[in-house]
């Protein structure tokens, strides 16, 4: 799997820990939008896209299948996103 492009737009809240939302580009060929960049108390994270259910749950509409996956994938954005706070 090669990210090849990762976008991320910067939300302007005060007091909000929404502090990104991120497009990844995947092999050139799929792309996967709204991938969140929260900040805790820890530092910074990311939550997939993901819809609330009927039950009041939320549930990721994609996700990576092992955590070398979601690794390679939390690094890509939040790389990304630390280098755009510096613009």
């Avoid at 929404?18 to 580009?25: E, G, I, P």
């Amino acid at each position: 799997m090669k990210i090849s492009d990762v976008r991320i737009r910067l939300v302007n809240k005060d007091n909000n820990k929404l502090k990104a939302v991120a497009s990844m580009t995947i092999d050139e060929c799929f792309v996967i939008h709204d991938i969140k960049v929260i900040e805790a108390d820890d530092g910074a994270f990311i939550a997939m896209p993901s819809r609330k259910t009927n039950d009041g749950e939320y549930k990721d509409i994609a996700h990576p299948l092992n955590t070398e996956t979601r690794e390679i994938i939390k690094k890509a954005i939040l790389t990304a996103y630390y280098d755009e706070l510096k613009n």
